[in-house]
């Protein structure tokens, strides 16, 4: 069984950084591509960033390109997302996804962090 858990949202200001972090268990993780994805209320999820399974490839939603960064560790069997320059409108629960990540979904998923940015 595939378990996804992220750690790491809170309240910011405009501006700041913050890195969430979501720790897999079970499967093969090496073996899988892993993303983020993010829900803003009234709003459908949407992809954020995409990670092939060695990390080599990434891709990232417009809306984030230049300011957010995905990482990964394979032994330690956990991916990153750092946060830059953020925005009111990166307010939303950020999911965590694990295997068959493309733009529109994934196999497995986190229950997701709050990512709350103040003006």
């Known amino acids: 069984q595939v378990q996804l858990v992220e750690s790491g949202g809170g309240l910011v200001q405009a501006g700041d950084s913050l890195r969430l972090s979501c720790a897999v268990s079970g499967g093969t993780f090496s073996w899988y591509s892993t993303g983020w994805f993010r829900q803003a209320p009234g709003k459908e999820r949407e992809f954020v960033a995409r990670?092939?399974?060695?990390?080599?490839?990434?891709a990232y939603a417009d809306s984030v390109k230049g300011r957010f960064t995905i990482s990964r560790d394979n032994v330690r069997r956990t991916v990153w997302l750092q946060m830059n320059s953020l925005k009111p409108e990166d307010t939303a629960v950020y999911y965590c996804a694990a295997h068959q990540v493309t733009t529109t979904g994934a196999r497995y998923w986190g229950q997701g962090t709050q990512v709350t940015v103040s003006s």
């Open positions: 990670a092939s399974s060695s990390g080599e490839s990434t």
